[in-house]
């Protein structure tokens, strides 16, 4: 069996066709219309519909998409993403239903990322955080083998909560100071990095130039987002309980030591000691799509 998912993210769309093995039979990936939600469901329609003619073993009815939070998934009303703005109040489902044969069915991104995961620790733990760090941040649970989703799907959605006391920077989503995703995504990486050198700086780049130690204050300012990270982590591994963290998302892709920065923390500053922590950069290409392939079973 085949199933078409599709993952919604802030800067690239990917719809796919997956099969029981969490494998990608094949893909489409497009810049995801970030300014205009229905040419970006037309197009999704577009690429499945012609996946439907290509394979026959693929279930041609349901359309499986991961949406960035927060959402209310069971109806598929985007409710006000931080990072898709002009989505705020999009109802996908209806245009879905009303466009197409497909029967939608909508889940949070980090929660189908968490469910791929899984699917290749299970010999390891059954407990477990997931977090993302790319444009946004956000993180899932799974507990004792089973997704935590909270009351309406929209659990882990730690990006606005607040990790740094005296920042300066307005968050214009949640009216805040200092909150996780300004101060450590992917983004905000490139917005610091941007300031501190009055011109456009790219994530990649200002990461280039901190492994490389090439500027004293783009290097002060990751050794900053790394220790806020850190900080995260251990908040989060208190939280739960858990002592096993996977880490998804481009930036956690990149040369910067996360596993062995959030373990060196987590050890000095949590209060049990010698825990068993274990923390991985995920190794699986598009955890997302593949853990859709799991969500209506
Ligand atoms: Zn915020």
């Not at 300031?195 to 490389?212: C, G, N, W």
Request: aromatic letters at 8%; one cysteine or more.
């Amino acid at each position: 069996m085949l199933k078409l998912c599709v993952d919604i993210g802030g800067t690239k769309t990917i719809v796919g066709v997956v099969n029981e093995h969490s494998e990608i039979i094949d893909q489409k990936r497009f810049q995801t219309f970030t300014s205009d939600p229905q040419q970006q469901f037309s197009e999704i329609i577009e690429i499945a519909h012609q996946f439907t003619q290509h394979y026959e073993q693929l279930d041609k009815s349901i359309l499986n998409i991961a949406m960035p939070g927060p959402c209310d998934y069971r109806k598929g009303i985007f409710l006000n993403p931080p990072n898709l703005q002009a989505y705020n109040q999009f109802d996908a489902g209806q245009y879905i239903e009303m466009n197409s044969d497909f029967q939608p069915n909508f889940v949070n991104d980090t929660d189908a990322a968490i469910i791929s995961e899984y699917q290749h620790i299970k010999d390891e733990t059954d407990n477990f955080i997931y977090i993302t760090i790319s444009t946004g941040v956000g993180m899932a649970y799974v507990k004792d083998g089973l997704l935590v989703s909270g009351v309406d799907g929209n659990f882990g959605e730690v990006g606005h909560t607040i990790i740094k006391g005296n920042s300066d920077y307005l968050c214009p989503v949640c009216q805040q100071y200092g909150c996780v995703e300004n101060e450590i995504s992917g983004t905000a990486m490139s917005r610091k990095a941007s300031d501190l050198l009055q011109r456009d700086v790219s994530t990649r780049e200002a990461i280039d130039m901190y492994m490389k130690r090439e500027n004293q204050a783009i290097t002060e300012m990751i050794d900053e987002v790394l220790t806020l990270t850190q900080q995260l982590c251990t908040n989060l591994i208190s939280i739960f309980n858990t002592y096993h963290i996977v880490l998804g998302g481009g930036v956690t892709q990149s040369k910067l030591p996360y596993s062995e920065k959030i373990i060196d923390y987590a050890k000095a500053h949590h209060l049990i000691k010698d825990v068993p922590l274990k923390v991985k950069v995920s190794d699986l290409e598009a955890n997302v799509l593949t853990g859709l392939y799991y969500i209506n079973e």
